[in-house]
């Protein structure tokens, strides 16, 4: 080898090392474009969520309450996501507040599949079926919301009071226990109290709610609902004279509230003073003549005015509304006697008693099967009359007004036995109250002795 190849072979050592390197450092990129299959590539950069986008625009949509934008991200959300409990509670909530409730309650339903221990669609939709009047599927929801973990104890306190007001009517107790749990994890409202003196009242514990109403009055001496709560009681404790200050002081601070102003003429007409009750009714009516409470309350003030001629049509218009209102179907039936039509009387009236469960009580039953008999007995139904007087004993005591009625339908019928009978009881609680009905059994008797 000479020289001049020896220095040739030393130049190119340096460029083969240098390939060498090249392809050293080249290697590992090689083998990481050629990962075996199944292999995961810790060092590659996290791919970004395709809904994260949407989530963030939605609830920006849902905290300015935009809810038409909101619906369109959430439907496509609940798409890409059909288990996401929260996205679907989301899409219920959006459809409520956009009064879609089928499709809201159908995204509740789906949330609470999703996810069986997430307390707020469950609080959502017990809500949603009360307010569709679905009380039953309303209370097992809220039941089930009670039980579940939140860390928004506010919330939990909502679900047992919407539970209080399903429990209120069909089972105060337990109304009673709902509104406790709630008030140990918020602090009571207005709205706490009157439903505290409420459940005192359906318990007939009356001073109970007499000092409920009273003690928020004096914290909350404006407020209309309690100041109407607290008349209504001292009225049905025949203490009228007292409502009757509380309530004209109250609609100083809000005139032509109507719900005290209905209550102020309740009061007029417990002490006697049924045209300043209609007065104020009338005005009441003619501003709001669709309301069915001031219509009723206006046919009842007519009734007790002796005005029937008035009240009929107001009745007429109520039962076109709600034709199968027993109460309404009574009240009618009493005013149509008011006015001698007893045909039309009659038939009012047994369909008004056709239900006797329909009606809030025994006493507004009874008074409906007696008016029904006395219908009957001018109509010369003497039967009808007997099966109505049967209904009313099952409910009240007896009466003169039944026991007469009684009395003549079997002389009609000719029991003797049971028509003499009823005559010599009539007499014995009639007293002078009623003289002519007592002339008339006192002459029936004689004659029914001489048919023995």
Request: charged share 20%; net charge negative; proline share 7%.
């Amino acid at each position: 080898m000479n020289i001049l190849t020896a220095q040739k072979q030393e130049e190119a050592k340096p460029k083969y090392l240098r390939l060498l390197l090249c392809l050293f450092l080249l290697a590992p990129l090689a083998a990481k474009a050629q990962l075996p299959p199944g292999t995961i590539d810790t060092t590659a950069a996290p791919q970004p969520d395709p809904s994260a986008a949407l989530r963030t625009q939605a609830t920006d949509a849902l905290d300015k309450q935009d809810y038409p934008t909101a619906l369109k991200l959430l439907s496509t959300l609940a798409e890409q996501n059909p288990k996401d409990a929260r996205t679907l509670y989301d899409l219920g909530f959006t459809e409520d507040a956009l009064d879609h409730e089928p499709e809201a309650t159908a995204a509740y339903q789906k949330s609470i599949a999703a996810d069986a221990t997430y307390f707020e669609p469950h609080l959502a939709l017990g809500l949603l079926l009360a307010r569709t009047g679905k009380l039953s599927e309303a209370h097992a929801e809220l039941a089930a919301a009670v039980t579940l973990t939140t860390p928004d104890g506010t919330l939990k306190a909502r679900a047992y009071r919407a539970l209080a007001r399903l429990d209120q009517t069909t089972d105060p107790a337990a109304a009673s226990d709902d509104l406790l749990e709630a008030l140990k994890l918020s602090p009571e409202s207005v709205e706490d109290a009157l439903l505290a003196g409420e459940l005192a009242e359906a318990a007939h514990d009356l001073p109970a709610a007499e000092g409920t109403y009273r003690r928020i009055l004096a914290t909350h001496a404006d407020d209309p609902a309690v100041t109407a709560a607290l008349a209504h009681l001292l009225l049905s404790l025949k203490r009228a004279p007292e409502a009757e200050p509380i309530l004209t002081s109250a609609l100083v601070r809000h005139p032509g509230d109507p719900t005290l102003t209905s209550q102020l003429a309740a009061t007029d007409a417990a002490e006697g003073k049924t045209a300043e009750a209609i007065a104020l009714i009338e005005e009441l009516h003619t501003a709001s003549p669709t309301n069915p409470n001031l219509t009723r309350l206006l046919a009842h003030l007519y009734s007790d005015n002796k005005q029937p001629e008035k009240a009929a049509p107001l009745y007429a218009d109520l039962l076109s509304l709600s034709p199968q209102d027993a109460s309404l179907l009574a009240d009618q039936g009493a005013t149509l006697l008011q006015l001698h039509n007893y045909v039309e009387a009659q038939n009012v009236l047994t369909r008004a008693i056709s239900n006797p469960t329909a009606f809030a009580n025994p006493v507004d039953l009874g008074s409906a099967a007696e008016n029904l008999a006395f219908a009957a007995s001018h109509n010369n139904h003497p039967d009808i009359v007997l099966q109505a007087v049967a209904v009313r004993a099952k409910v009240l005591p007896d009466s003169a007004a039944s026991l007469f009625l009684a009395a003549t339908a079997n002389d009609s019928l000719h029991h003797v036995k049971q028509a003499s009978e009823l005559y010599k009881q009539f007499l014995a609680i009639a007293a002078g109250k009623y003289p002519d009905q007592e002339w008339e059994a006192s002459h029936r008797l004689i004659a029914l002795q001489h048919m023995r």
